[in-house]
């Protein structure tokens, strides 16, 4: 039976290592916060006390934390998962961090010995749940194959970019889109709430337009109810886009909604909106214009 690592157990980390216990893989576990992990014993996943516990006799480690630092404190030290690599171990980091940092890491792991494959994915906690996720991967052709018995588990569809780096690419290219489309969204029902229109109204006539969108429908509720339990937090979603900034600098490109989304989103963490969801934005607004 192919053994598997898993590191990592948020809100995306915990349902996908479920996927894959479900399917009948071995699956070793470590998270920083134990607890957090204890729940997937019920699915036969095993809680191990390092990152090297974890990788020793994986065929594949997946890494999904929520920031380049974090995965740095993982791969490396005397416990870190590199020190338990065997070779031509899978490396696959389903985070979302800078494609320097991908390239930076994959320098590592294959110094080591291993393969590194970039892979962070577009869709929040119920695709996680569902394996409906959309996998963006970067690396050689032939370790994306090796991966795609996991990915099929994960995943609806996987898309190879290029090289490592690439899905990291990817992932900062959609996550941009995402947050303009929310901010978007919520700028649209706040001109019209402005102008007295009802904001059921509203997100009818968004849903009846060449401009309807998957989102609306999955945030309606929370727009309407004013409530926004988390599927995908705006401190994430914050600290996505400032990637896409600093991106856009190292790259001597200027994207004006890029900067202006990333400005809002801050602003949201700012003034505490930071573990509510991306659809939040339209809270931030709203105190904004309240405020002025």
Excluded: H
């Amino acid at each position: 039976m192919t053994t598997l690592a898993w590191i990592g157990t948020g809100y995306m980390g915990l349902p996908m290592a479920r996927n894959l216990l479900k399917s009948g893989y071995t699956v070793n576990v470590y998270n920083r916060t134990i607890e957090k992990a204890q729940p997937l014993t019920e699915d036969g996943g095993n809680i191990v006390s390092s990152p090297k516990q974890a990788a020793q006799r994986a065929e594949a480690v997946f890494i999904m934390l929520t920031k380049g630092e974090a995965v740095e404190a993982v791969l490396n030290g005397e416990e870190g998962l590199i020190a338990g690599l065997a070779p031509g171990t899978l490396v696959v980091n389903m985070s979302t961090i800078a494609p320097g940092e991908a390239r930076e890491f994959a320098k590592q792991v294959q110094s080591a010995g291993g393969v590194y494959i970039d892979a962070p994915v577009s869709g929040s906690v119920a695709p996680a749940v569902n394996g409906q996720l959309v996998i963006l991967a970067g690396g050689a052709e032939e370790s994306v194959k090796r991966c795609e018995p996991f990915f099929e588990v994960l995943g609806k569809k996987t898309i190879r970019f290029g090289d490592v780096g690439a899905g990291s690419s990817a992932k900062l290219s959609i996550n941009l889109l995402l947050g303009i489309t929310a901010q978007g969204i919520a700028e649209s029902l706040l001109l019209g709430e402005q102008a007295g229109l009802q904001r059921e109204q509203l997100i009818e006539m968004i849903g009846e337009s060449a401009v309807q969108t998957p989102m609306l429908s999955a945030k309606k509720e929370m727009w309407m109810n004013e409530e926004f339990p988390a599927a995908f937090m705006v401190s994430l979603l914050s600290k996505d886009l400032s990637l896409v900034t600093a991106e856009n600098k190292r790259e001597g490109i200027q994207l004006p909604l890029a900067e202006a989304v990333e400005r809002t989103y801050a602003q949201a963490v700012q003034s505490g909106k930071g573990e509510l969801d991306m659809a939040a934005v339209w809270l931030e607004l709203k105190e904004s214009i309240e405020n002025k």
